[in-house]
Nanobody, 116 residues
Framework: VQLQASGGGSVQAGDSLRLSCASS????????MGWFRKAPGKDREFVAA????????VYADSVKGRFTVSRDRAENTGYLQMNSLKPEDTADYYC??????????WGQGTLVTVSS
């Protein structure tokens, strides 16, 4: 399975963006899709994740209440709705699938730039 993230762009603080992560194949119900981001000069950090089958979600404290992760099982696509964006949200955003050995199947990143 390969993942492809898209939907990034340049926005103003307070704006919204929705990122998509398309899977090349059908995902199992047990799969978990995660979103990560990497800002210049910083380590990659976890943003959010969703369990493909039941839809349970988890968020980093820094985005809780502003970001919503979801999935469309029929479309094999995950989403990250980002509201109330802040300059500190500026980063390359990646999606990945959780394997038994850790996060894998990293998609190509999509750049989000938030200006104040």
């Amino acid at each position: 399975v390969q993942l492809q993230a898209s939907g990034g762009g340049s926005v103003q603080a307070g704006d919204s963006l929705r990122l998509s992560c398309a899977s090349s194949g059908r995902l199992l119900s047990s799969a978990r899709m995660g979103w990560f981001r990497k800002a210049p000069g910083k380590d990659r950090e976890f943003v959010a994740a969703v369990r493909w089958g039941v839809g349970t979600t988890v968020y980093a404290d820094s985005v809780k209440g502003r970001f919503t992760v979801s999935r469309d099982r029929a479309e094999n696509t995950g989403y990250l709705q980002m509201n109330s964006l802040k300059p500190e949200d500026t980063a390359d955003y990646y999606c990945a699938l959780e394997k038994s050995t850790g996060w894998a199947s990293w998609g190509q990143g999509t750049l989000v730039t938030v200006s104040s």
